[in-house]
């Protein structure tokens, strides 16, 4: 049995959503077919130049003329572009075009045939938590990156074709938490009871401690919790075991939580390592 308990801490403001940067309103939002693709392909070119760096975003799907020659489109009908030559090499690639089903483990598995992968990352939505079509996948050197994008890019994957580029920054890596015997748990639902986390744990084995984070100026839930465990094997059981686990609609996000003391040690030798790449280069 493990200890339940809700800790008040101070809330910080989240910046302003798409929908303000969009100046989305209820008498501006699409009502028709043609504004909803010009609202997409805002949508679309807000993601990739200021929400994740990524060289070009969205889902695609491949198109077929009527003489049998293949051209993927995206959503919008808009043709998809090759691999941008003039983007220069990076580590992490951009991988579009997922189903949402898509695992970090699928991934995994299919790009690891390339090299060394040092993390893989998926981006959700933050309302609903539901994966947004798209990955990104680090690998060890610029060559193995290079070799890559030039398999996979419009290769089949689960039923379609991937689209793989370069990101747009430099500087951007995959962060991955050592395995700890904490796990942190968020997109929870700010409906989410003790009950509901009650049922959650109750068949994960090695939970001792599961603390509700509360917002100490309203009282409110902020929508994660940490739960501790009898040690770091528990912990990687349990991660795998609620890994895609729903709570209202909500698909939760899992990760293993790292201390203050060691995601300080973290930052300084990553920033280390960036100082070692650039002298080196």
């Known amino acids: 049995m493990f200890a339940l308990r809700r800790l008040t801490t101070a809330a910080s403001r989240s910046p302003a959503g798409p929908s303000l940067v969009l100046g ?6 699409p009502h028709t077919l043609a504004e909803l693709r010009v609202f997409q392909q805002r949508w679309y070119s807000l993601e990739g130049s200021e929400g994740e760096g990524a060289a070009s975003g969205g889902d695609r799907i491949p198109v077929y003329r009527t003489g049998g020659e293949r051209q993927d489109r995206d959503q919008d009908g808009m043709a998809m572009q090759p691999p941008h030559k003039n983007l220069p090499p990076t580590k992490v690639i951009y991988v579009g075009n997922l189903k949402y089903e898509i695992t970090i483990k699928d991934l995994e598995e299919k790009f690891q045939e390339f090299g060394e992968i040092r993390g893989i990352r998926i981006p959700r939505t933050n ?20 070799e890559a994008i030039e398999a996979m890019h419009q290769a089949p ?20 938490n050592p395995e700890s015997k904490t796990l942190f748990i968020g997109n929870l639902s700010f409906n989410t009871t003790d009950d509901d986390l009650n049922e959650l744990f109750k068949d994960v084995v090695g939970c001792v401690d599961v603390r509700v984070a509360m917002d100490r100026r309203t009282g409110q839930p902020r929508g994660f919790v940490h739960a501790d465990f ?25 990760d293993f939580s790292v201390p203050p003391e060691e995601r300080k040690e973290m ?4 920033q280390r390592e960036a100082g070692a790449e650039g002298s080196s280069s």
């Open 24 to 29: 989305l309103t209820r008498a501006t939002r």
């Open 127 to 146: 309302d609903t938590g539901i994966p947004r079509g798209f990955a990104y996948v680090e690998f060890g050197t610029l060559a193995q990156a290079a």
């Open 157 to 176: 994957f689960h039923g379609r074709r991937l689209n793989c580029q370069y990101v747009n920054r430099q500087d951007m890596r995959i962060k991955n």
């Open 230 to 254: 009898t040690d770091v094997a528990s912990a990687v059981k349990a991660r795998q075991q609620l890994e895609g686990t729903q709570l209202y609609g909500r698909q939760i996000r899992i």
């Open 267 to 270: 930052w300084e030798n990553r």
